[in-house]
């Protein structure tokens, strides 16, 4: 079946620094990936839409210049937290839709990341 | 919008016990249905799904029927196991949409 890699699993950094995590669709060709931010016991917010070959669409109230989305190949989208803080400590989680699978099919999730900023 | 509304957790239960997490959508169209699953520090999985009316989705015991007269979706497991705690996603997407939207999530722990 589809399977989505997303590393790190988990991160510690310096208030101030940048962090990069990596989803990769590791069966198939993802052309929309999609990346959330889930706070500690809620729901997952949709941050953007990562789209092959184009820019990342971003859901309202998500920082664009904070978190960089590319998505530069078929099986890779990155999200770039820059100057992390605190505040940005959070379970980041991307998915991926196979497109050869029918519309109305589930995406398939990465593990997530666990960033926390110290 | 589109929305999902999940029964407020946690739920906490005995071995062999009975499991309902209700689920109820307000949608402009048809959407397909889900509920995903996330056990701890992991991502989500997804449970099961039903894309039409009186679709009956099924997987690892537990069972969900997209009811369109109720717009519900309810989850439902005979005997729960301490292996089933986790945290449970009611979800839709539309058609013509490739975004998920998720259910504020429940928290479920089964007790032996």
């Known amino acids: 079946g589809a399977v989505v890699s997303q590393h790190p699993s988990w991160v510690i950094c310096k208030s101030g620094t940048s962090v990069k995590i990596e989803c990769r669709s590791l069966d198939f060709q993802a052309t929309t990936m999609f990346w959330y931010r889930q706070f500690p016991k809620q729901s997952l917010m949709l941050m953007a839409t990562s789209n092959e070959g184009s820019k990342a669409t971003y859901e309202q109230g998500v920082e664009k210049d904070k978190f960089l989305i590319n998505h530069a190949s078929l099986t890779l989208s990155t999200l770039t937290v820059t100057s992390a803080h605190p505040e940005d400590s959070s379970f980041y989680i991307c998915?991926?839709?196979?497109?050869?699978?029918?519309?109305?099919?589930?995406?398939?999730f990465g593990s997530g990341t666990r960033l926390t900023v110290v | 919008g589109d929305s999902v509304t999940q029964m407020e957790g946690p739920v906490t239960l005995s071995e062999e016990a009975f499991l309902t997490i209700n689920c109820t959508y307000t949608a402009t169209g048809y959407p397909s249905l889900f509920w995903y699953v996330q056990y701890p520090g992991e991502g989500l999985q997804l449970l099961l799904k039903a894309t039409k009316a009186d679709d009956k989705g099924s997987n690892k015991g537990f069972e969900a029927t997209y009811r369109k007269e109720t717009t519900s979706f309810h989850l439902e497991k005979g005997s729960v196991q301490v292996s089933d705690s986790a945290v449970y996603f009611c979800a839709l997407k539309m058609d013509n949409d490739y975004k998920l939207s998720f259910g504020a999530g429940t928290t479920v722990t089964v007790r032996a």
């Open positions: 998915s991926a839709r196979d497109p050869d699978r029918p519309s109305t099919y589930g995406y398939t």
